[in-house]
C-alpha cells in the first residue's frame, strides 16, 4: 500500500463508520468495495478485513447508544448468537444455491422493507412503538425468545451468505415486528452486528484473508466515524430517522437489483 492509501483507508473507514453508528448496519456494504476498487487489494481481503474492524465499530457505536437507554442488550446478544452460527450456514450455502438468485430476493425484501419503513414514518407512530418496546424489554416469554431466535437465524443466513453485517434485515425487523422505536433498533442491532463479525472474523483470520495493517487504518476512521453517525442520529427525530433509513435501504435495493440483473 502506498503513501497516497493511507490517508484513502483511514477516509473510507470514516464513511463506514458513520453509516454504521447512524443506521446500525456493519459497514461492510461500504468498506469492502471501496477496498477492491478505491485501494485495489485482493478480493478476498476486501472480503475479510472489513469483518475484523466491524467488531470495535459495532462496540463504540452500540455503546453511545447505551449510554442514552436505546440498548436492548438481551435481545441483541440472543439475536447474535442464533445468528452467528446460521451465518456458518450460511456461508456454505454459497456452494449449493445460485448467488444471483438469492442477491434479487434480498434486493426485493430491502425494498419492501424500505418502503414499510417509510409509510410507518409516515403514519407517525412513534409513540406506539415506543410503548411496545418498553414491555418487550420488560416483559419477555418464551414466545418472544423464540420469535428472537428466528429473527437471528435468518439474520445470520443472510449475513454469512451477502458477508454483510445483517443490520438491513434487524433494524427493520425490529421496529416493525417488534415493536421497538427505531434509535432502540439501531442500537440493538449494533450488538447484533458485533457478536455476527466474531466467528466469521476469526474465520477469515485463520484463512489469511485479514491485512491488518489495513484493518488498524480502517480502525481509525470507523471508531470516531461511528460516534458521530450515533451522535447524529440520537440529535434527530424519530420521523427524520426512519425517513433516511427507508432512503438508505431503498438506494441499496436498487443498487443490488440492477447489479444483479446485469444493469449496473
Not at 485482493?42 to 442514552?68: D, K
Not at 443490520?167 to 415486528?177: D, E, K, M, N, T
Not at 489469511?208 to 442520529?233: E, S
Not at 427525530?237 to 444483479?260: D, H, N, P, Q, Y
Amino acid at each position: 500500500m502506498n503513501p497516497s492509501d493511507l490517508g484513502l483507508a483511514i477516509a473510507i473507514g470514516l464513511v463506514s463508520g458513520f453509516l454504521s453508528g447512524q443506521f446500525g448496519i456493519g459497514g461492510g456494504l461500504i468498506t469492502t468495495p471501496a477496498i477492491r476498487l478505491v485501494l485495489g487489494q485482493p478480493a478476498m481481503i476486501a472480503v475479510g478485513t472489513p469483518l475484523l474492524v466491524i467488531l470495535p465499530t459495532a462496540i463504540a457505536g452500540a455503546l453511545a447508544y447505551h449510554r442514552r437507554g436505546l440498548v436492548d442488550t438481551r435481545s441483541g446478544i440472543l439475536v447474535g448468537l442464533s445468528g452467528a452460527l446460521a451465518s456458518v450456514a450460511g456461508a456454505f450455502a454459497t456452494r449449493l444455491v445460485g448467488g444471483s438468485t438469492v442477491m434479487i430476493v434480498t434486493a426485493a425484501v430491502i425494498c419492501y422493507m424500505a418502503v414499510d419503513m417509510l409509510l410507518l414514518a409516515l403514519r407517525g407512530s412513534a409513540a406506539r412503538e415506543s410503548e411496545t418496546t418498553s414491555a418487550i424489554s420488560l416483559a419477555p416469554t418464551r414466545g418472544l425468545t423464540l420469535r428472537f431466535v428466528v429473527l437471528g437465524v435468518i439474520t445470520g443466513l443472510y449475513s454469512g451468505f451477502l458477508g454483510l453485517g445483517g443490520g438491513f434485515i434487524v433494524v427493520p425487523a425490529l421496529v416493525r415486528w417488534f415493536g421497538f422505536d427505531i434509535k432502540k433498533a439501531i442500537g440493538t442491532s449494533l450488538v447484533v452486528v458485533a457478536v455476527l463479525s466474531i466467528p466469521g472474523s476469526i474465520t477469515h483470520i485463520a484463512l489469511g484473508n485479514v491485512d491488518l495493517r489495513l484493518a488498524g487504518l480502517l480502525a481509525l476512521g470507523v471508531i470516531p466515524g461511528a460516534l458521530l453517525g450515533a451522535k447524529v442520529t440520537l440529535a434527530s427525530g424519530e420521523r427524520t430517522v426512519k425517513i433516511a433509513f427507508s432512503a438508505l435501504l431503498l438506494v441499496v435495493g436498487v443498487l443490488l437489483a440492477l447489479s444483479e440483473s446485469g444493469l449496473l
